[in-house]
């Protein structure tokens, strides 16, 4: 892997503690490479390959949904000396229970602390890597998390997102390494299922180093400390706001419905 094309792309200098290094590679990721599943909504198979990935991500520009953005940090990660692995595991749609097996996490360790990676998840993704130690409030830009044990038979340990008051559960998983086989049976079922939302839905989110910009369909909507706006973008205005906000020269092949809040 060129690496140096790789930090040229997410403008990460290397240098410092391995702690260091994991916690400026995290969020230079997530702030340079957003998440997107425009490919998913043009009927384009998606390829797991780490070359592919690699041409998609640097040599292209683009991003990518979980499998890929979370597979292609796994491999960074290795090339880079860090011992790390892929877990499945299952989110929560309603900060309660936990579901089926949609979406890859990374499991690595830096300076002999265990940590929890993840670059793919979207809207609530944590912007720096999680110590995978229970019930420690660990506090991301501007959002807390926390790891508990699992909150159904089925998860091992649990990580929670604090929302107001209380904390919600945001997804679950078993402290077990996955197989790329198992990587590419789940990722064959969002990419090509009827079942699936990401082919019906247009889904994007990059972090700033202060803030985010997230687009469901037409939707375009950017926090920055306490303070979000939401507009609808039109179909012509489109490629600017996906270049602008996004980093992004590719376009969906058909307009989005209007998407509905609540």
């Known amino acids: 892997m060129d690496l140096q094309a790789l930090f040229e792309r997410i403008g990460y200098t290397e240098g410092g503690t391995d702690t260091e290094r994991l916690y400026r590679l995290h969020r230079a990721y997530i702030t340079h490479i957003p998440f997107e599943n425009i490919d998913v909504y043009n009927d384009k198979p998606i ?108 998860v091992e340990y649990t990580v929670q997102i604090k929302r107001g008051e209380e904390f919600q559960n945001l997804m679950g998983f078993i402290d077990r390494p996955a197989l790329d086989e198992d990587f590419q049976i789940c990722n064959y079922y969002v990419n090509f299922s009827p079942w699936s939302g990401f082919r019906k839905m247009l889904m994007l989110n990059r972090f700033t180093e202060n803030g985010r910009y997230s687009m469901m369909n037409l939707f375009l909507t950017h926090q920055e400390g306490e303070k979000t706006e939401r507009r609808e973008v039109s179909w012509e205005e489109l490629p600017r706001v996906l270049k602008e906000h996004f980093g992004l020269d590719a376009m969906p092949d058909h307009k989005p419905e209007p998407f509905k809040f609540g």
């Open 47 to 154: 390829s797991l390959k780490t070359e592919d990935l690699f041409d998609k991500m640097v040599t292209r520009r683009r991003g990518g949904y979980c499998f890929e953005m979370n597979g292609f940090f796994c491999a960074i990660l290795r090339e880079m000396g860090f011992p790390a692995y892929g877990v499945l595991t299952r989110l929560s749609r309603d900060g309660e229970t936990v579901n089926g097996y949609l979406h890859r996490m990374n499991i690595t360790e830096a300076d002999g602390v265990r940590y929890i990676c993840d670059v793919g998840y979207g809207g609530d993704c944590f912007v720096d890597p999680l110590r995978l130690e229970y019930d420690v409030p660990q506090l991301t830009h501007g959002t807390v998390y926390r790891v508990v044990p699992g909150v159904q038979p089925e």
